[in-house]
């Protein structure tokens, strides 16, 4: 293991000098270059090029590099197709995504259309045979106003990452495996319309954020394991109609906030 130098240069010339170890890999070394850049710059957020050729991320760097090598970092333009291919490779996503291929024909997804064609609206991953836990990079995806992890066998807790998603209107995470606390950030999801988190393993009291959903018509918290009172914030969802919160282990009555015209299931 030896330490080395190396200076990167963007396109403007600006210069970011490094000092790492050799064995790591390309991977390693723009996060380093990302921690440098800042602005809460991630990996795959630009590519690194040496002897005018796009460096793998799975290479090592003493494979490739030497002291002082001289390289040069570019920024993609597409910055949504890269947290996508995140996603992918977090989550072990068997679908077409590929830089190769047109976001718009890219398996699971919708975008925006006209001028917001990079921007993903739709994220449709039901049923996907998805293991493990949710890839934190999904609340980068600041545009989505649909996403759906349904149906799958997802694990651990909900990110709060998750609450960035500020222009969702639908969030369907139910019938899962799902555990821990439903997060306080789900509240600032203020332009949701139908919100499941049903059939998981979630814990814990109903957050009272969840009052500040006042655009929310449909609430699925049944089947779960969450404890305490019903909050009286729910009183608050002036358009909420349905509220499934059976097969949990609430407490109390049900609060004389919500209005007679919400269909509670308990």
């Known amino acids: 293991m030896n330490q080395i130098t190396l200076h990167i240069y963007n396109i403007t010339g600006e210069l970011i000098t490094v000092k790492c170890d050799n064995t790591i890999t390309i991977k390693d070394l723009k996060e380093l270059i990302a921690e440098r850049i800042g602005d809460n710059c991630k990996h795959y957020y630009f590519s690194l090029i040496f002897n005018n050729v796009e460096l793998d991320d799975n290479a090592y760097c003493n494979t490739i590099l030497k002291d002082n090598s001289k390289l040069f970092y570019m920024m993609r333009l597409n910055l949504e197709r890269e947290i996508l291919l995140e996603i992918k490779q977090k989550m072990g996503l068997n679908l077409n995504w590929n830089r190769n291929i047109e976001l718009s024909q890219w398996n699971d997804i919708e975008i925006h259309d006209n001028n917001s064609k990079f921007k993903v609206k739709k994220l449709d991953l039901y049923h996907r045979n998805l293991t493990g836990k949710i890839s934190t990079e999904i609340g980068q995806l600041v545009n989505l106003n649909y996403l759906s992890l349904s149906h799958n066998n997802l694990t651990e807790k909900i990110p709060t990452e998750i609450g960035q998603l500020v222009n969702l209107t639908y969030l369907s995470l139910d019938d899962n495996k799902l555990t821990g606390k439903i997060p306080t950030e789900i509240g600032q999801l203020v332009n949701l319309n139908i919100l499941f988190l049903d059939v998981n393993k979630l814990t814990g009291k109903i957050p009272t954020e969840i009052g500040q959903l006042v655009n ?15 909050p009286t914030e729910i009183g608050q969802l002036i358009n909420l109609n349905i509220l499934y919160l059976s097969d949990n282990k609430l407490i109390g009555k049900i609060p004389t906030e919500i209005g007679q015209h919400v269909n509670i299931f308990l």
């Open 216 to 230: 929310l018509n449909k609430l699925f918290l049944s089947n779960n394991e969450l404890t305490g009172k019903i």
